[in-house]
């Protein structure tokens, strides 16, 4: 197949996943659009309340960050784990729709194949988690939160590193559903779990010492870290790039583990002839 010809294909399968099949059915239900902003726009101003309405207190940094109001650690928080919990839970909520819809089997029947399907079909679940993130540090700043640009590279590469390892947890959350069909114990852990043990709301720096240890066998508590330095304190690639490695590391276990998961539980699903049971 020539180089036009596969653009053409990537093209048009890009049309039809994301615009006809993500944009053009989201845009339909107005209800759902509204209960989308309303959900990326509440948790900011529910927590910048709380730490309003407790005097907007100093929180301690973790490492070599320095003490920061409230509001700007909480948005940071806010911005990426939301984020985060949206990818993991967006390929197995996929698999999951297909199987109820009972497309999946269709999906396979063409020439995407498993990893091809999996691409596609999640690209208009990943835009919308970008939206969300862009939103609420959005209102951030209009809360009076400012990033710096000083640190604007090492932030786009920890998030394009979390980014990766979240897409392997995302996988093999993935993997999972299609084993287990109901009940999801890796989505569930790293979506909400992580509210708790990642340094969301507060630094991880108050938890007792084995949960503070649990902490860090996710990439959003490194990767927190690494972003309040670059966005808040400005803190360029030097400065981050002991985060920067952390999360290579989390990267280099993570994907793999992810598409091995992912293509054992389909091959297995559909060696067992329960490719569309749910």
């Known amino acids: 197949m020539s180089l036009a010809r596969r653009l053409s294909v990537v ?14 059915v989201w845009s ?10 309303v959900s990326w726009v509440l948790p900011v101003f529910t927590y910048y309340f709380t730490g309003t309405a407790l005097g ?13 109001e409230y509001t700007p650690f909480v948005v940071i928080g806010l911005a990426f784990q939301g984020y985060v919990s949206s990818v993991i839970t967006t390929i197995s909520g996929r698999m ?29 679940g990943f835009i919308m988690n970008s939206i969300s993130m862009a939103v609420t540090l959005a209102i951030g700043y ?6 710096a640009a000083s640190g604007l590279l090492a932030a786009v590469i920890i998030v394009a590193e979390l980014l990766i390892a979240t897409v392997g947890i995302s996988m ?33 720096s108050v938890l007792p010492a084995w949960l503070r240890y649990l902490s860090y066998a996710v990439p959003l508590t490194p990767a927190l870290q690494g972003l309040r330095l670059s966005l808040l304190d400005g803190v360029g690639v030097g400065g981050a790039l002991w985060y920067i490695l952390v999360l290579l590391a989390y990267d280099v276990v993570l994907l793999p583990l992810g598409v091995a998961v992912y293509t054992y539980g389909f091959n297995r699903a559909r060696r067992d002839g329960t490719l569309s049971e749910y």
Do not use: D
């Not at 093209?11 to 053009?24: E, I, K, N």
């Not at 339909?28 to 902003?37: F, P």
């Open 11 to 24: 093209a048009a399968r890009l049309y039809a996943y994301v615009y006809l099949r993500g944009f053009r």
């Open 96 to 124: 999951r729709n297909e199987q109820l819809m009972g497309t999946i089997e269709y999906y396979l029947m063409t020439q995407s194949g498993v990893l091809g399907m999996l691409i596609y079909s999640t690209l208009w």
């Open 56 to 68: 907007a207190r100093i929180v301690s940094g973790a490492f070599s960050m320095r003490p920061q």
């Open 172 to 204: 093999v959350a993935g993997g999972v559903v299609m084993i287990t069909k109901q009940g999801n114990p890796v989505a569930f852990f790293f979506s909400t779990v992580t509210t708790l043990i990642a340094g969301t709301v507060f630094p991880v």
């Open 142 to 147: 209009g809360l009076g939160v400012r990033y």
């Open 28 to 37: 339909t239900y107005r209800t759902q659009i509204a209960l989308n902003v």
